[in-house]
C-alpha cells in the first residue's frame, strides 16, 4: 500500500506463492493507471495499465484489478520469482487533462525468499 | 533503440554549484518529465514539457530550471545547488493522448549529491 514515511511498506513473498500488492489512489477522476517495477539501482518500467472503463486486466503473469468505488488498485503476480524483487508502485492519470501527469504511489517492496 | 537517455549517471556537486542534467529520447514522445525520488517517497514531478519549446512547473519546481529547445532533449539546470537537492533524478517520456497507450518510460536515473 501506500506510505507517507521514510520506510515502504514491505511485503516478503516466498517464491511460488501469489502476490498481491495494494494502492489508494487519489482522484476520484482519475481514468487511466498503470503499475510499474523498479529495481534498485534502475528507472522505473512499465508493467501493465487499466483504464477506468474496465475493473480487471490481465498481462502475462500479473492481473490489476481496480475498485472505482473505493479508490483501490491492486497487482497480482502469479508464481511470484526472484527477479520480482523490487520496488512496485502505481500511479494515477487524468487523461482528459491537457498534459499527461501522473501521481506516483510511494511503492510497495516485493521480497521474494527462497 | 535506446528509449530515454540520462546524463551524467552519478554526480556529486557543492553547495552553490550549478549544473545540467540532459534527457535524450529517441522514442519522438510529445511529453516530457523530471521527477525526484527520495527514500520512502513516491516520484515528484519537478516541471514537464508538453512539447518542443513548452516547459511548465509540477509539484516541487523550486530551484531548477528547464529547457526544451528541441523535442528530443529535455535539460534539468540547478542554479545554485543546495543539500535538500540530493536526491535521485528522473527523466521520462511519453506519448500524446491520443494514443492509447500513454505510459511514460523512464530513464536510468541520475544521483546527485549535493555536500
Not at chain 1, 482522484?27 to 512499465?46: C, L, V
Not at chain 1, 490489476?64 to 497487482?75: A, C, F, G, I, P
Amino acid at each position: 500500500g501506500e506510505s507517507v514515511g521514510l520506510h515502504l511498506p514491505t511485503l516478503s513473498v516466498q517464491e511460488g506463492d501469489n502476490s498481491i500488492i495494494n494502492c489508494a489512489y487519489s482522484n476520484s477522476a482519475s481514468d487511466y493507471f498503470i503499475w510499474y517495477k523498479q529495481e534498485s539501482g534502475k528507472g522505473p518500467q512499465f508493467i501493465i495499465d487499466i483504464r477506468s472503463n474496465m475493473d480487471k486486466r490481465q498481462g502475462q503473469r500479473v492481473t490489476v484489478l481496480l475498485n472505482k468505488t473505493v479508490k483501490h488498485l491492486s497487482l497480482q503476480i502469479a508464481a511470484t520469482q526472484p527477479g520480482d524483487s523490487a520496488v512496485y508502485f502505481c500511479a494515477e492519470s487524468l487523461t482528459t487533462d491537457s498534459w499527461g501527469k501522473f501521481q506516483f504511489g510511494a511503492g510497495t517492496q516485493v521480497v521474494v525468499t527462497p | 533503440n535506446a528509449g530515454v537517455t540520462q546524463t551524467p549517471k552519478f554526480r556529486v556537486l557543492k553547495t552553490g554549484q550549478s549544473m545540467t542534467l540532459l534527457c535524450a529520447q529517441d522514442m519522438n514522445h510529445e511529453y516530457m518529465y523530471w521527477y525526484r525520488q527520495d527514500p520512502g517517497m513516491g516520484l515528484r514531478l519537478i516541471h514537464y514539457s508538453v512539447g518542443e519549446g513548452t516547459t511548465a512547473k509540477g509539484e516541487v519546481p523550486d530551484g531548477y530550471n528547464v529547457s526544451r529547445l528541441k523535442k528530443q532533449n529535455f535539460l534539468l539546470g540547478l542554479e545554485s545547488a543546495a543539500p535538500s537537492q540530493t536526491s535521485v533524478y528522473f527523466c521520462a517520456s511519453s506519448r500524446n493522448r491520443t494514443y492509447l497507450n500513454t505510459e511514460a518510460f523512464f530513464g536510468q536515473g541520475t544521483r546527485l549529491t549535493v555536500v
